[in-house]
Each structure stands twice: as structure tokens, then as C-alpha cells.
């Protein structure tokens, strides 16, 4: 498989902030979303209240808006801690390796092939964790879907379109030189693109002609924007048929018609079990059969459910059961940023979690009552 390459030089460490941000960029999205945020705030003191939306804050605040980018080592090693029974999930068999130095994103099949993108590669592994194929590529897949025989990848800048055996049938041009593609959905008619780099979902049609942007800020229709603090935004399209977009800076979790409508929004920041926490997340989500959402948050490593209203129905896992107790829950901020985890769903209402740390896969079932 020939592909052509698609990077930027200028490229950050994915371990630090946005990838492709400029420091120019960085420096105005920060003194954007902090004039929003205390402008935010003047209205919560003038009017003493939040505006809340299914029982849950519409408008999630991030640590910023209190003066500090990320929670404290004593703060991470609290919020880490999960009562074991609040952990609705088990693993099924050990992980599986991912035959890869550096994973990024998996997806699953009906019948339980994984697909996992990193390196220049991407890795076809069947259910017993056996390595089918390797399709290699000339540039690194950031993210992929699946639809039907074809397999759409997501580069830096621009979408291919491959068969399963990774022949391309089509390579689409460039969303532009700032651009970080994360993620990728599709509906029948649809394709959206989640760009971390330009902060924005692209909507094209099947054909790569391009439709729409969804996301824009829009007070009047209620858009907020994206906020994108670090290289991780993602979406992926419910069983309602709408687009579902994460707004890691936002803390939530908001609602999209393929016409670009925000139609519902959950999630808020905070330190407890049911609120996303640190500077920027969910930073992955994936949805199940009934419209329940699997997330996973970095910095307080946790995988958990909620259902699709978005109220906390249980936990998945968290760092101290993916490591087996063998790494501190005390550990340093930066340790617990290092551990970002991607997820996948399938049909069966099984749990994929990806461990980009330790490039692994593990498997989880929901316990039986």
C-alpha cells in the first residue's frame, strides 16, 4: 500500500499539547476560551446560577478557569481511586498484544476482527489475538473506520480509502496545512471528520465532496465551539442517527444533526466519579448498541459508562486495575497523562480498550448480576 507522506514538520510531541498548534495559536485559543470563561463566570456571580440541561451543566469549566491547568498529584491520586464496587465490567483472557511500537486507535468488526492503526501500519488481529495481516502504509494512521469492505483512514491532513487488504481506492485532498485529523464517523449518506488541528468536524459525502462545518462557534444557535486544549477529539454516530462530538475542553459530550444542529449536550467538570476531570476530557468515547457511551479519560486514568442521557451507570476500569496495582496510584501528573487509552464497542456490547502506553488490548465483558 503506497501512500503519499502528509506531515508537518513543525509537529509537537504528542506527549505535550496540541500537535500542530503553533505557539501563536496556542497563546490566542488560551486567551479566547479565557475570556469565555470569565465572562462565563461574571454571569454565574451577577446571576448566581448555571444553566443546566438534562440535570447536567451545559457548560463545562476546566481547571483553568480556577487558575490551574491540571489537578494536583494529591488530587489525581484521590480521583483515581475506584470502589471496586462501582466496577461493572470484568476482563475477558489477558491482553492482547497490538504488534505495534506505537498504537493509536483500534476499531472491531461484526465478527471480532480488530483493526489497529499506529506506527505506518495498521494490524489485522482476530478474537484469539493472532496477527491475520499487516497492511503497511508509507504515512502514520492517526484514526480509522469501517464500513462494510472498505476501511476509511484518517492521516494528518487528508482521509484514504482503502479495501481490507489495504489496496487504495481513493485518497482525498488535504484539509489544509493546520490540520490534525483524530477521528472519523460515518452514516449512510455521511462522512465526519473530527479535526483537532482547525477545532472543527468536516462533513463530506461519501463521494469526498465536501458538505459542511459542524461546530462553529454560533451563540445564536447555541454552538459554543470547540475547545481542543490537547491533540485528542472524538466523535462517532449514535444508534439515534446523530453525530456524537466530544468537547474534551468543555468537559462534554454534545449532539449534532448531519445539518450541523446542536441538539443536546452532557457532562461538567469536577473531581467525582461521574464528572470529566484535568485540563481536557473525554479524550475517547465509543457508543453501544443502546445508546449507552464508553469513555476514557487521561491524567485520572478511568474508563465508565453512562447511559444516553448521560448519567453515570458504572465503571469499565481504571489504572489501578489495567496495571495490576504494579504502577503508584501516586504516580507524577506527567506518568498519568502519558496513559491515553482509545475504546471500541461490538455488536455483543464488548469493551476494546486500547492501552497506548503498553500497546495492548483488553477485553471486557458487563458482569453478570
Not at 87 to 116: F, K, Q
Not at 151 to 163: E, Q
Not at 234 to 253: C, E, I, K, S, Y
Not at 289 to 303: I, M, N
Amino acid at each position: 500500500m503506497s501512500l503519499a507522506p502528509a506531515c508537518r514538520a513543525e509537529a509537537f510531541s504528542e506527549g505535550g499539547c496540541a500537535l500542530i498548534f503553533t505557539w501563536r495559536d496556542m497563546e490566542s485559543a488560551k486567551k479566547t476560551n479565557m475570556k469565555t470563561r470569565r465572562d462565563f463566570l461574571g454571569n454565574i456571580l451577577r446571576t448566581g446560577s448555571l444553566a443546566a440541561m438534562g440535570g447536567l451543566v451545559d457548560i463545562g469549566l476546566s481547571r483553568e478557569a480556577c487558575g490551574s491547568s491540571s489537578a494536583s498529584q494529591t488530587e489525581l491520586s484521590s480521583i483515581a481511586l475506584i470502589d471496586p464496587k462501582l466496577i461493572r465490567h470484568e476482563e475477558i483472557g489477558e491482553p492482547l498484544p497490538a504488534g505495534l511500537t506505537e498504537s493509536r486507535a483500534l476499531t472491531v468488526d461484526a465478527s471480532g476482527i480488530l483493526y489497529v492503526a499506529g506506527d505506518q501500519a495498521i494490524k489485522v488481529i482476530d478474537p484469539r489475538g493472532l496477527i491475520k495481516e499487516t497492511l503497511t502504509l508509507t504515512v502514520a494512521p492517526r484514526c480509522l473506520v469501517l464500513s462494510h469492505e472498505q476501511l476509511y483512514i484518517g492521516t494528518r491532513d487528508r482521509v484514504i480509502i482503502a479495501d481490507r487488504k489495504g489496496g487504495v481506492q481513493a485518497t482525498w485532498p488535504s484539509l489544509g496545512d493546520n490540520a490534525f485529523i483524530t477521528s472519523i464517523a460515518l452514516d449512510e449518506e455521511h462522512v465526519y471528520i473530527a479535526d483537532a488541528g482547525q477545532r472543527i468536524v468536516w462533513c463530506f459525502d461519501r463521494k469526498g465532496l465536501f458538505i459542511r462545518r459542524i461546530g462553529d462557534k454560533d451563540p445564536d444557535r447555541n454552538i459554543p465551539g470547540f475547545e481542543v486544549p490537547s491533540p485528542y477529539f472524538d466523535l462517532a454516530v449514535g444508534p439515534d442517527g446523530l453525530l456524537w462530538v466530544a468537547n474534551p475542553g468543555r468537559h462534554q459530550v454534545e449532539a449534532y444533526t448531519a445539518k450541523g444542529d446542536r441538539e443536546f449536550a452532557w457532562g461538567r467538570f469536577g473531581n467525582n466519579l461521574e464528572d470529566f476531570t484535568g485540563c481536557c476530557n473525554p479524550v475517547n468515547f465509543a457508543i453501544l448498541g443502546d445508546g449507552s457511551f464508553v469513555t476514557c479519560e487521561k491524567g485520572a486514568v478511568r474508563v465508565k459508562v453512562y447511559n444516553a442521557g448521560g448519567v453515570l451507570m458504572g465503571v469499565v476500569t481504571g489504572l489501578q486495575q489495567l496495571t495490576g496495582g504494579s504502577r503508584s496510584i501516586s504516580q507524577t501528573q506527567e506518568q498519568h497523562q502519558q496513559v491515553i487509552l482509545d475504546v471500541a464497542v461490538d455488536v455483543a456490547g464488548h469493551i476494546y480498550i486500547l492501552d497506548r502506553a503498553r500497546n495492548v488490548i483488553r477485553i471486557f465483558r458487563h458482569k453478570e448480576v
